[in-house]
């Protein structure tokens, strides 16, 4: 079989789970297409394992979050030298510096310093979904634009990680209902941890058990949502890390989340999602999932694309109202 790619390839991904989530069907291409070669992913530790177990043929190479990219690239091509061909997934410069260090040839996206540190460089269709970002690089290394619907499969042993979180935490039935309260970036994303805690108490009328999905240093809107629901609720996720959450994810009947990393992952692996949207577009950030129901409020000033509103009510999200969330939830788990 010929290799459609250069033997020795090096993809950077992004830092953000949902953003890296998206930028799976991209790795999976690059990875098939170069199935005859060495193919080396560079990411964050926290999403080490489950790259690992999702592409198991690769070599994944791991630098914190604001490492050094001399050093990351020192790092990558310590075993073998310099790569043939990187392809940036992220638009920050250190990872095109990295990449002009680590790669004879190094393709990404225009911006922060691309025309100087990049063999080539590629506009970003921001009509399209953000999963369509780098069909542009794809494209002109002769391969076919992403599949959307392509999921990753999870190893057996990341689920059943997944299930002995869970128990820890108390839940003890499968199919439990998640929360999850958080964003990464923006408040203005973040539906009202009082609502959350409504909708749990509500659901838990219903004979159902919720459980409160976090990330590390996120208990505090985990605390919010418990004093709200006014019961105490088993909460997950505080101490994982990729592999684990979407071991956790996988093991749920339904998860309700703001646009964030656990409600793309959730998509990812196969449970069905209540996405509550303010700001942002979900034709541009939505979950990937014939099975996850998007909730926006139709307000005219949405999606803006702040951070923060700048009116300063974040009307789009709050006018989005428990009992729909519910309705939509409890259809889900029919």
């Not at 409504?198 to 605390?223: H, K, M, N, Q, Y």
């Not at 926006?296 to 702040?306: I, M, N, T, Y």
Request: charged share 20%; proline share 7%; net charge positive.
């Amino acid at each position: 079989m010929h290799n459609a790619l250069p033997s020795r390839l090096i993809v950077d991904l992004p830092n953000w789970v949902g953003d890296q989530v998206m930028a799976l069907p991209t790795v999976h291409r690059l990875v098939k297409a170069n199935e005859l070669g060495e193919t080396t992913l560079h990411a964050r530790p926290e999403a080490g394992r489950f790259l690992a177990g999702v592409f198991p043929e690769v070599r994944v190479v791991l630098s914190p979050r604001k490492a050094s990219p001399i050093h990351s690239a020192r790092r990558l091509c310590r075993d073998g030298g310099r790569f043939e061909l990187g392809v940036t997934l992220r638009n920050a410069s250190r990872a095109k510096i990295c990449l002009w260090l680590a790669a004879r040839k190094a393709v990404g996206s225009h911006g922060n310093g691309a025309g100087l540190l990049l063999t080539n460089c590629y506009s970003v269709d921001r009509r399209r979904h953000q999963v369509h970002d780098a069909d542009p690089i794809l494209e002109d290394l002769g391969l076919q634009g992403v599949d959307p619907s392509w999921k990753p499969k999870l190893p057996l042993e990341i689920v059943e990680e997944g299930a002995r979180c869970l128990r820890r935490a108390g839940v003890s039935h499968e199919g439990a209902v998640g929360v999850a309260p958080t964003t990464a970036l923006g408040e203005a994303k973040r539906w009202p941890a009082a609502h959350y805690g409504e909708l749990a108490r509500s659901i838990l009328d219903r004979g159902l058990e919720v459980v409160v999905v976090i990330g590390p240093g996120e208990g505090a809107f985990a605390t919010a949502v418990q004093e709200a629901a006014g019961r105490p609720l088993p909460v997950v996720g505080g101490d994982v890390d990729v592999a684990g959450l979407a071991g956790v994810l996988a093991r749920l009947s339904v998860l309700v989340g703001n646009d964030s990393g656990p409600i793309h992952l959730a998509a990812a692996v196969g449970t069905p999602g209540v996405a509550i949207f303010g700001p942002t577009d979900p034709c541009r950030t939505g979950p990937l999932s014939d099975t996850h129901v998007v909730l926006r409020s139709g307000l005219e000033c949405a999606p803006c694309g702040d951070l923060r509103c700048r009116l300063g009510h974040t009307a789009c999200l709050h006018q989005i109202d428990v009992a729909t969330v519910r309705r939509k939830v409890l259809e889900s788990v029919a």
